[in-house]
């Protein structure tokens, strides 16, 4: 593993448009190795339900999702899009469909549609009676781009709170995280995972992976201070519990665990490649940040939580 965070040293962090400039632009160019993501994710704090819908775009003819024949075109303003989206609330629900989205003032398809009004958003998702009203009052997001040639990698995310109902049961205390993601193939393998506190503070922790992981980033956000946990790095799963620590350049000392109770496996094939990405709806089982023995932060202090881990890789790869 490098020594520093390879991220240091190439990526772009400033936002050079607002989110919304960026996440209702449908003018990237696609290359046949490149594939753009638009990530929905709700939850609960008070009854742990999650929900996760990923529309994508691609610029292949031979492709499947979950082992779904996807067909992608371009007919500005529908657009075809391969779909997919799962729900757990003690029982898992799963779904893939090819679905055409009208992008004229939001997203509306058969499937979703997502609208900017009202000084927020508004998700709905008819076949698990969604209705999530997001409010951008209090949201935050971020940025990175790493400049690759023709072909850069971004992401922009934006996290916000919600009120509305899932599975037609009202929710009054939830967090949504909004995102659109430009990648390039092959895609690097990934360990990813975040944490959502009612209090508003965030954890997460991401470990690109290439046979060995190349670097590690490990962050916690709260009250608009970030700290970021650079030394002594851990990121392991083992018998199903992520155990993630690590110590801040200014003494501040990270120990967590994250235990799934559900995996949700998602595979996107081509006739040369099939890249597996498991999402694992989470529980936090311990948190504590200290400094000189001292107790800063834990999960007393920071309420209820909600948590998802990632773990991709290539099951099949040929060059």
Known sequence: MFGRNLE?????????????????????????????????????FERGTQFMLGAGQKNLRRYHVNGEPIEFTNNEPDYRMGVSYWLENGSLLHRTVNDDVNVENGLRGDS???????GGYTLEVPDVDI???????????????????????????KYLPFKGRVMGRRVEKGVAFIQKVYLNMPFMPWRWGRVFFESGARFDFYEPRFVRPLYRSINFEHN??????????????????????????????LSISIRPYQSVRQTFE??????????????????????????????????ESVANCEEAFYSKLLI
């Not at 935050?140 to 990698?153: L, Q, V």
């Open 224 to 253: 608009g201070k970030r700290l970021e946990f650079k030394q002594s790095q851990q990121i392991s799963f083992d018998d199903s519990l992520w155990n993630i620590a690590g110590r801040a350049a200014t003494g501040e000392k």
């Open 8 to 44: 240091d040293f190439i990526k772009v962090t400033e936002e050079p448009r607002s989110f919304d400039e960026d996440f209702f632009d449908f003018t990237d160019r696609i290359y046949p190795w490149t594939t753009v993501y638009r990530f929905f994710f709700l939850a609960d």
């Open 270 to 303: 081509t006739p040369r490649t099939i890249f597996d990405y498991t999402e694992m709806p989470s529980r936090l089982e311990s948190f504590e940040i200290t400094k000189n023995g001292e107790t800063l932060f834990s999960q007393e202090s920071l309420g």
């Open 131 to 157: 209705k999530a009203v997001l409010d951008d009052k209090s949201s935050k997001t971020d940025y990175i781009r790493f400049n690759a040639g023709i072909s850069p990698f971004y992401r922009h995310n």
């Open 112 to 118: 979703f549609s997502f609208i900017r009004e009202n």
